[in-house]
């Protein structure tokens, strides 16, 4: 059973930062990507951030950002703690969302919700100007 649970979303000024955390357990299937989505009310989830296994070295992570937080925030995995990490930084009212965690999606379109089979309940985020 896969399973992901994601923890370290809250409130935050704008241009503050917070730090995102999911926690998996029994998800083994490095070749392909994690992720992270968020979907704000009225709004379709979108692709935040990814990191893809590399299909010769597993221990390289190929990472993919959604230009509206290219620069800002930084998709990590600590694959001894069975941990990804998003870093969230310059926080924008826009990133006001709840945040959610996701395994086995794409290789070469890793911002694609349709692909990735596992989630997590998601995490909230509010960002206040």
């Known amino acids: 059973l896969v399973q992901l649970v994601e923890s370290g979303g809250g409130s935050a000024q704008a241009g503050g930062s917070l730090t995102l955390s999911c926690l998996t357990s029994?998800?083994?299937?490095?070749?392909?990507?994690m992720g992270w989505f968020r979907q704000a009310p009225g709004k379709a989830r979108e692709g935040v951030a990814a990191i893809c296994g590399d299909s010769v070295t597993t221990d390289v992570g190929i990472t993919e950002y959604a230009d509206s937080v290219k620069g800002r925030f930084t998709i990590s995995q600590d694959k001894a703690s069975d941990t990804l990490t998003l870093l969230l930084h310059s926080l924008q009212s826009d990133d006001s969302a709840m945040y959610y965690c996701?395994?086995?999606?794409?290789?070469?379109?890793?911002?694609?919700?349709?692909?990735?089979?596992?989630w997590g309940q998601g995490t909230q985020v509010a960002v206040s100007s």
């Open positions: 996701a395994a086995g999606g794409n290789r070469h379109l890793p911002l694609w919700s349709t692909f990735y089979a596992h």
């Open positions: 029994g998800y083994s299937n490095e070749g392909l990507c």
